[in-house]
Nanobody, 118 residues
């Protein structure tokens, strides 16, 4: 069973960079069978896919966020990290890391609230 846990600051100032890390247990970030994803949900809005990484580290990003988003990984720690630059209050959301396997089963972290405010 894959388990995911987000970590990072809950408060970020406008114009700064948001950085969140997802720690994987029960599998490996190099496992062939999974997509590793970042997804967020802003107040009153639906889920927004931010980007995904596959076993070899290849990343696909949401075009609407691509200019501000990066996803990297630490294979030694089985972690992947989201960075979102130049944040504004509109980036206030609950951020989730998730995994989807080849059978389209989804695994979710508990989510972490990030507020952008001065």
């Amino acid at each position: 069973q894959v388990r995911l846990q987000e970590s990072g600051p809950g408060l970020v100032k406008p114009s700064q960079t948001l950085s969140l890390t997802c720690t994987i247990s029960g599998s490996s970030i190099t496992a062939f069978a999974y997509y590793w994803l970042w997804i967020r949900q802003s107040p009153g809005k639906g889920l927004e896919w931010m980007g995904r990484m596959i076993h070899d580290g290849f990343v696909t990003l949401n075009p609407s966020l691509k200019s501000r988003t990066s996803i990297s990984r630490d294979t030694a720690k089985d972690q992947f990290t989201l960075q979102l630059t130049s944040v504004t209050p509109e980036d206030t959301a609950v951020y989730y890391c998730a995994a989807a396997d080849s059978d389209l089963r989804w695994y979710w972290g508990q989510g972490t609230q990030v507020t952008v405010s001065s």
